[in-house]
């Protein structure tokens, strides 16, 4: 756990996040889901929460920012892995700070606390993607030494594109990588 001190007398407390914070999480992410336009694709539950944060498969980690024990910000993430570098690296899937609480230092907070991670865990770098018209987001970001990938282009496949990919024919099920599923 984390303390600091954003100069307006007013400390925030950073920590890792625990089961019982699960529906804590999904009301933040809500709210993040909200703020960028994409409240209906937010279908992450408490359950969901627990099992793939806190579960004996654990996908994610994450944190909270909290002001006198009140919730006001999170940050999610998970490993990666480069084959380039040949190291980890870590994915910084969410940081969000409630709105009303921003330009108090706690969103450099949350993204220090995931770079500290990072470093001491031996990690080559952290990523994280921002949506194109999140100005704020991206001068933020850029203010902290972070740069656009600009010659990398996200590509997803989901839902019932992913289950057909998996399905085809040539999907081969690796001995020794299946995972228990709930």
């Excluded at 937010?42 to 944190?63: C, I, K, S």
């Excluded at 902290?144 to 289950?163: K, S």
Aim: hydrophobic share 45%.
């Amino acid at each position: 756990m984390a303390e600091a001190d954003s100069g307006e007398s007013l400390t925030f407390t950073i920590r890792p996040a625990r089961p019982a914070d699960a529906q804590t999480l999904v009301n933040l992410v809500h709210e993040l889901a909200v703020y960028e336009r994409l409240e209906a694709q937010a279908l992450a539950t408490a359950d969901d929460f627990r099992r793939h944060l806190f579960g004996p498969q654990r996908a994610a980690e994450a944190a909270l920012a909290e002001i006198d024990g009140k919730p006001v910000g999170f940050a999610i993430w998970f490993s990666t892995f480069s084959t380039f570098r040949g190291q980890p690296g870590l994915y910084l899937e969410d940081v969000f700070v409630s709105p009303e609480h921003r330009g108090r230092g706690i969103g450099r907070a949350l993204l220090a606390t995931v770079a500290r991670l990072a470093v001491d865990r031996g990690c080559g770098r952290l990523e994280w993607s921002v949506l194109d018209w999140n100005i704020p987001s991206i001068a933020f970001y850029k203010g902290h030494g972070a740069r656009p990938m600009d010659d990398w282009t996200v590509f997803r496949v989901d839902e019932g594109d992913l289950l057909r990919l998996a399905e085809t024919p040539e999907a081969v099920r690796i001995a020794g990588t299946e995972k228990d599923r709930p």
